[in-house]
């Protein structure tokens, strides 16, 4: 799912999104298996307000 507004392959967040994503941490990324199974890892990053770092 796709949150924002998509412009040129970049997503803009509002200014409430920014701020919580800034406060954040840990996220979450996850994929699903051929057979249908979820693998969810937990990844630490850091938010810049327009840079995402793993």
């Known amino acids: 799912m796709l949150v924002g507004k998509?412009?040129?392959n970049a997503v803009e967040f509002s200014v409430k999104e920014s701020k919580y994503l800034k406060e954040q941490?840990?996220?979450r990324i996850a994929t699903v298996s051929p057979d249908i199974q979820p693998h969810v890892v937990p990844v630490a990053f850091e938010?810049?307000?327009s840079?995402?770092?793993f």
Request: glycine residues 16%; hydrophobic residues 25%.
């Open 25 to 27: 941490r840990l996220g």
């Open 51 to 53: 840079h995402f770092y």
């Open 6 to 8: 998509q412009e040129n």
């Open 47 to 49: 938010f810049d307000g």
